[in-house]
DNA sequence: CGTTTTTGACCCGCGC
DNA sequence: GCGCGGGTCAAAAACG
């Protein structure tokens, strides 16, 4: 396939406001993203996830085990973008190795990897389905390397975003500090 | 010809 | 214990 320019669509239209909280997660319509994260959306005005109860086939958010990743304390934030292409361009050079259609989902999900050697740093890219416009990209771990292409793309996106204090989240939950550092260190990457 | 993508198999946690 | 859903591996194809 080609190589698109990731630029972003429609810049006046998309106001990205960040969500927070367990809650905002488990709740999308495609079954995205895990719980206990940061959500970043590229709408104006509503607020997004964070509303009905168990929307897809079910599993009512159980508090009781937390999974791999929670253990392990990987930090991962999210955000959704207007985009006619899938893969932003971030500055950072991916290899994608697997793509895997999810349950209530009309795309498949999308997994890449950093390809810097010693960097852990994955990403998942899903269009949604609700919103065929809108485009998810979900990242794992903080990057240990400086961006290895132009920053120009996503310096972009990042301009466009506006962080929102988190919901319900208490401040001295440990999640809520991690997930802000690696906002922290998305907005001052190198 | 080296590198990246594709794609089904495999694996693993979790709920029933 | 088994099946389902989601994440990863890896061989082969595709790419430049």
Redesign the pocket.
Known sequence: ???HQALLPSPSSSLPSILSSSEAFSKDPD?LL?RKELAVAAHAGETPFRSHPEAS???PP?Q?????REKKNIPRFAFQTRSVVDVLDDGY????????????AKFP???F?C?HQGCIV?K?IQRLSTDEGLVVTTYEGVHNHPVEKSKESFENILSQMQIYPSFGLPHKDSSYQTVSLTIFSMLNYF
């Open positions: 396939m080609e190589s079954g895990p086939g079910g599993s159980s009781k085990s937390e999974n791999k050079r991916w290899r994608k190795y697997g793509q895997k259609a999810v349950k209530n999900r999308s997994y990897r390809i994955k998942q």
